[in-house]
């Protein structure tokens, strides 16, 4: 794989004399199906961490991502935009660069007639989620504000989520012989599917966060709250280098969804 983590990095967050390695190697992999009917589902029972399936007789939902592009590589650019958290990399390292990109191989929905009938003039789009159903050990959620400068309580945080979360469909003005109503195929720019900062950085990059709540840190000195950001940072990494995410794609239309 082009984008396998290699054991020592460059990239680094630098804080006063000290570093953390928050470079972070993330999978996300999967092949889901969902089949939705008017009644009953049944599945094969089988569920994994990037393995999703459920099925029923109308419309099947078939996702696969391409083997040869489902890593991403959470980083931030090398710069001093902050410097009290300034970003280094060795010009030669290639490994280490900010990858947010994955690529979907296979992205389609294949109906019955009769459910073609049914969905003519609703809104239709597929929606994908990070981690959907998983409650426990979910490895991007965080709830820990060691910063103590997010002000909220209650649901958690997540350190990445995805850049764009839904697609439209447009129906086929006729019903296709094969009943495919959807193939990313068909439109490849939608093929390539990115991620980005999630809620526990404000949806910016660590250092830009930090430095906008600076002046929100209370009591701490500059240095006990960069040393936390440190700490959340080095939490991070713990948690998301090497992991998995399940990443779901659900069929909406109208007010009924597949895959729920």
């Not at 589902?41 to 459920?54: L, R």
């Not at 709830?143 to 447009?170: H, M, Q």
């Not at 948690?239 to 009924?256: H, I, S």
């Amino acid at each position: 794989m082009r984008k396998e983590l290699k054991s020592k990095s460059r990239r680094k967050w630098l804080i006063g004399g000290s570093l953390a390695f928050a470079s972070v190697a993330l999978l996300t992999t999967g092949f889901a199906t969902w089949v939705i009917g008017t009644q009953q589902t049944s599945g094969d029972g089988k569920v994994n961490i990037g393995v999703d399936t459920a099925k029923d007789n109308s419309v099947e939902l078939t996702f696969s991502l391409d083997d040869t592009d489902k890593k991403i590589f959470v980083a931030e650019n090398a710069g001093n935009s902050n410097s009290n958290l300034t970003i280094e990399r060795d010009e030669a390292d290639t490994v280490s660069k900010p990858d947010w990109d994955i690529k979907i191989k296979d992205l389609n929905i294949v109906v019955g007639e009769t459910f073609y009938n049914s969905i003519k003039g609703k809104e239709l789009k597929i929606a994908f989620e990070l981690q959907k159903g998983v409650t426990k050990g979910d490895i991007n959620s965080v709830t820990d504000d060691k910063v103590g400068v997010r002000g909220e309580t209650g649901p958690s945080w997540n350190y990445i989520e995805l850049a764009k979360s839904k697609f439209d469909v447009t129906l086929p003005e006729s019903y296709p012989t094969s009943g495919k109503i959807y193939d990313i195929n068909d439109t490849p720019d939608n093929k390539t599917f990115s991620f980005t900062w999630g809620s526990y950085f404000g949806e910016k990059a660590p250092s830009d966060f930090y430095k906008g709540k600076e002046e929100s840190r209370g009591s701490q000195t500059l240095r006990e709250y960069y040393q936390k950001a440190l700490q959340e940072l080095q939490a991070m990494k713990t948690a998301l280098n090497g992991g998995e995410l399940t990443l779901t794609a659900t069929f909406e239309y109208g007010q009924t969804t597949v895959g729920k």
